[in-house]
């Protein structure tokens, strides 16, 4: 059966801004550190995959002098995890409290996914207990049970590699071919691409201007039919999907067709 696999953050919610940027400013001030991140500087720092890669990107030699951090490397390194630590906890709770609600149309998708007897997943490089936890809120718990979730360091190198796709597509058993990526960074898209997978862009605050060539479809987001009532305003098709007021799996199925080529249709 195909697989459908969600990236995160600004997929399954848009938690960048009113999630990850509070919880890295009040760790750097709990822990001291001579820095605050503005939206204009975090806009730039999403672009880089992985917390705790955000947190190392700080550490030139001014800014260990100006903290009083140690020059070791192994003890910068642990005091990155515990900066990590603890920020992963006030991030998750800040999901826990339940106001930054989920991106339309994802559970939808994702119930219309289940029903089908599609794979479900999630592969992000951000911390797995932060990964869940915006995975229950986008769900809710009997459907998250349904997903395998990728997350954190279960690789090495973040995306835009395509390390954590190719790892998610070998554990589940998937053909890359048989695979739909929900993606919101053009980092995420060459990830999705680089493991052979085909890939729709959900569009979030901070990814709307970026380059998505090579996606197979690009909308504000996955829409939702009332008494929501959030349309998906396509902003790229060249695959000529045409999903209509929302997407729907369908739709998803289609780029997997188109992207295998003429030779998979049997029309």
Known sequence: MPGLIFDCDGVLA????????????????EFGLPVRWSDAEYAEKVKVGGGKERMRALLTPDFVAAAGLPTDQEALDEQVARWHRRKTEIYTGIIRGGDIPPRPGVRRVAEEAHEAG?????????????????????????????????????VQRKKPAPDIYAFAVDRLSLDPEHAVVIEDSRNGLLAALGAGLTCAVTTSAY????????ASLVVTSLGDPAPREVPARVLSDPLGARPGRWVVLADLAALLTASAGPASRTD
């Open 14 to 29: 848009d938690t960048e801004r009113d999630g990850h940027l509070p919880a890295f400013n009040q760790t750097f001030e």
């Open 118 to 154: 599609w794979t479900l997943a999630v592969a992000s490089t951000s911390a797995e207990p932060s990964v869940r936890s915006v995975l229950e809120l986008a769900m809710g718990p009997e459907l998250t049970a349904g997903f395998s979730v990728f997350a954190g360091d279960v």
């Open 207 to 214: 990814t709307g201007e970026e380059d998505f060539t090579g």
